[in-house]
């Protein structure tokens, strides 16, 4: 029962994903309808059992911890998780501890996550432009979330910027984004943008902006030498000659990254997704509250890997959208 995770296609399964709460203080257009209707809190697995299913993973060899939502600094004691999750960083069974975060809540939060074992977080942030900013979050205030920033630098976090490129939206801020991250020694990382969630169709297609067109793009300012770096996610990186920074690219619609995927992701009410463009899915709810040992929930673990797809279905082939899911990006953790 503690043999690694493989899945059927011979990928160790060491990252896991997991998100704390599908509710978020934004509202991306991308990501949810302006109006939601979030899970009760019954259904929502507690603290305790998100401790516990963390830890059933990290004891089957997950290495890398990423925490997730909705905003998972929303979730009421959520600093509680983190500091018992760091035992496993002490312990050395877990390499890290981090999160993805929409920036909001880290003036209050950053000090309190480095503490803890935190060392570098990922803030997803697609504009400067605070009328934008606005309109892209719906709900957000641009100047909270780079008061989050300059806060979780200032204790000596390391800050990647996940940025969802945007046909017509952020398409003009691609050299402002970069050198805002150069001058602050911050990775960047630009992501295609992902069928979840129904927000309209035509809407979804408009929205593309392939990430092959942008590299092109940057490469007609900066000079990009291709990287072999992995960092445990499907990003591609390269070096930029002039800033020396480091910017990923993730294309799941342009170029499938699903060979060397070593991830699953679980949901705040405990559902396991093993490919995060299916709709495949298995409880571990069930199992985890079934019984106080956890021979149970192991077994559904280990029966939810062995069904692990070889890869996903996006495709904006011909101006149609393919492999669509019809559940929201916050349900299943950014």
């Known amino acids: 029962m503690t043999d690694p995770l493989i899945d059927p296609f011979?990928?160790?399964?060491?990252?896991?994903?997991?998100?704390?709460?599908?509710?978020?203080?934004?509202?991306c257009v991308y990501c949810m309808s302006e109006v939601m209707n979030f899970l009760p809190k019954k259904e929502l697995l507690t603290l305790e059992e998100l401790d516990r299913l963390?830890?059933?993973?990290?004891?089957?060899?997950?290495?890398?911890?990423?925490?997730?939502?909705?905003e998972p600094l929303v979730r009421r004691g959520i600093m509680s998780y983190f500091?018992?999750?760091?035992r496993h960083l002490k312990s050395g069974a877990l390499d890290e501890l981090t999160l993805t975060t929409n920036g909001s809540q880290l003036?209050?939060?950053?000090?309190?996550?480095a503490g803890y074992g935190v060392k570098r977080i990922n803030v997803s942030l697609?504009?400067?432009?605070?009328?934008?900013?606005?309109?892209v979050t719906r709900w957000g205030r641009l100047n909270q979330v780079l008061e989050g920033i300059e806060a979780a630098l200032n204790a000596g976090l390391k800050v990647k910027l996940n940025t969802v490129a945007l046909k017509g939206f952020n398409e003009n801020e691609l050299f402002t984004l970069t050198e805002f991250c150069a001058a602050r020694d911050m990775d960047l990382t630009f992501i295609e943008v992902m069928p979840m969630g129904d927000i309209g169709e035509l809407e979804r297609i408009g929205q593309f902006w392939s990430l092959e067109e942008l590299r092109s793009t940057l490469a007609t300012k900066y000079t990009l030498a291709d990287l072999p770096d992995r960092t445990g996610g499907p990003a591609r990186y390269v070096r930029i000659g002039e800033t020396r920074q480091?910017?990923?690219?993730?294309?799941?619609?342009?170029?499938?990254?699903c060979e060397s995927c070593n991830r699953v992701r679980v949901t705040c009410t405990g559902e396991i997704y093993t490919c995060l463009g299916q709709e495949g899915k298995s409880d571990?709810?069930?199992?985890?509250?079934a019984s106080e040992g956890d021979e149970g929930l192991l077994h559904a673990i280990r029966e939810a890997i062995a069904l692990k797809p070889k890869g996903h279905d996006f495709d904006y082939s011909r101006q149609k959208l393919g492999g669509q899911m019809t559940r929201h990006m916050s349900h299943t953790g950014g």
Not at 54 to 70: C, D, M, N, P, W
């Open 246 to 257: 480091r910017v990923g690219f993730i294309t799941p619609l342009s170029h499938n990254f």
């Open 284 to 289: 571990l709810r069930a199992p985890l509250r």
């Open 107 to 113: 003036s209050k939060y950053a000090q309190e996550l």
């Open 10 to 27: 011979l990928r160790p399964i060491t990252y896991l994903r997991l998100s704390v709460t599908d509710r978020c203080d934004f509202r």
């Open 54 to 70: 963390s830890s059933a993973f990290i004891g089957l060899g997950v290495r890398k911890l990423r925490i997730t939502g909705g």
């Open 83 to 86: 500091e018992s999750m760091s």
């Open 126 to 135: 697609d504009t400067l432009n605070e009328e934008k900013f606005a309109e």
